[in-house]
């Protein structure tokens, strides 16, 4: 309870106690209260000025030190309170004690807890000197702040994953086939791995976790469906190799070395481009698939999940003869109960994609997601600190994303770790 509403209960108690026992006495002290009560109203009148400068920049969970200005305009002495309300970041209230038209500058503490551009909200409380009334006040001066990754975080962020099988993953997300009891090789522990197939004796020698890999019954076709839209194909790295030429070589040679059979059905925006057939050797494949190198970035904010608008279905029926998207087109194209591996960046059309997985599922196939995160494919060695301002809103944008679509289909996300370093090993 406040102090003022302890004055004004205790108040009503006495005059209440004078009225029944008849004490002149009581009722003078009852009128004392509220005399001193309604002058201590009427006579606060606080005028606060409340500036605070933030630094432009800070790193996350390490402190930072932010200047206030707290000036005391009004006639009468008071305690200043000024705490923090925001959740993205951690500082302890700050009190001091002003006297009438006194200026003094405060020291606060700031512990950033999120990273990207955050938004601050402070506020300042000013209590009068008998804690009996209080007024807020709003905080000026700066309000947001760019937070970078802390050393440690980028370090496992960045932290490369040492050949890791992104190829055997994506065959162990379709199941192809049934595993038989004849061994066939041994190969890294990967997420969702059974852990009784691990070959302890390797893991000891190598100081990794190394599993036992069988053969199965069945050698399966493999459907790869590709977008070759030129946003999807654009090189993520200025002067190197397309990266789309990159993974396609990879799967062509994977799926051929443990005997499966491959099909490629290329996509664009509107329609299906090629079907390549007996796929047998990498480079022909590439070379009927007609992959060119294609300059710029792609975008790396993703777009939402939605609908295509009107004018988008207007265009397409032109250019396509239908409103439906190449993915769906190419996923018409896939025979029921077949294993299909979809190459495509998530972030470009995650609707259309969603809806073509679903529509494979309907018809019996197994179905996975090859997603080439282009946010992963920037040089690090050119980053400054404002490349790192936009580039990471669009990786946690894209994080978000393939967590509402890794519900519906199984999404393996890669990046040129993943990729480079099995080049020369499986071609």
Request: without cysteine; proline residues 6%; positive net charge.
């Amino acid at each position: 309870m406040r102090r003022a509403e302890v004055i004004l209960s205790l108040a009503a108690v006495v005059m209440a106690a004078a009225y029944l026992l008849g004490s002149p006495a009581a009722a003078l002290v009852g009128i004392a209260l509220v005399s001193h009560y309604s002058l201590a109203r009427v006579s606060f009148r606080p005028r606060l000025r409340v500036e605070r400068k933030l630094p432009e920049r800070a790193m996350e969970r390490e402190p930072v030190k932010a200047r206030i200005l707290v000036e005391n305009l009004s006639e009468i002495r008071g305690l200043v309170r000024i705490r923090e309300t925001s959740r993205e970041v951690f500082s302890r209230e700050l009190k001091a004690f002003l006297r009438p038209g006194e200026r003094r500058y405060l020291e606060q503490t700031i512990v950033p807890l999120a990273r990207g551009r955050i938004k601050l909200m402070a506020e300042a409380v000013f209590e009068d000197g008998f804690g009996l009334f209080m007024r807020r006040f709003p905080v000026g001066g700066d309000s947001e702040m760019i937070v970078f990754p802390s050393q440690k975080s980028m370090r496992e962020a960045m932290r490369e994953r040492y050949q890791v099988e992104a190829l055997a993953e994506a065959e162990k997300a379709l199941g192809v086939g049934a595993e038989t009891l004849d061994f066939q090789e041994l190969r890294e522990f990967l997420p969702g791995d059974d852990i009784t197939r691990i070959d302890w004796k390797a893991t000891s020698r190598l100081q990794k976790l190394i599993v036992r890999v069988f053969k199965r019954e069945t050698m399966a076709d493999i459907y790869l469906l590709v977008n070759v839209d030129p946003p999807f194909r654009r090189e993520l790295r200025r002067g190197k190799t397309d990266y789309l030429v990159l993974i396609m070589a990879q799967l062509i040679a994977y799926f051929r070395r443990f005997g499966h059979g491959v099909k490629i059905i290329a996509y664009d925006e509107g329609r299906v481009v090629n079907v390549v057939t007996n796929v047998r050797d990498p480079l022909t494949a590439l070379e009927k698939l007609g992959l060119g190198r294609e300059k710029g970035l792609p975008p790396l904010r993703p777009s939402w999940i939605s609908r295509t608008s009107p004018l988008g279905r207007l265009v397409a029926r032109f250019r396509g003869g239908s409103e439906a998207h190449g993915i769906v087109k190419a996923a018409m194209k896939v025979p029921a109960g077949s294993y299909v591996l979809i190459v495509d960046d998530l972030g470009l059309h995650p609707g259309e994609i969603i809806k073509a997985s679903r529509l494979l599922q309907r018809k019996g196939s197994k179905v996975a997601l090859l997603y080439p995160n282009p946010v992963l494919f920037v040089d690090r060695g050119d980053l400054r600190p404002e490349d790192i301002e936009t580039l990471y809103p669009a990786y946690r944008e894209r994080k978000e994303l393939m967590k509402k679509v890794m519900g519906r289909v199984r999404v393996i996300e890669v990046g040129p770790k993943d990729l480079l370093p099995m080049v020369v090993r499986k071609l």
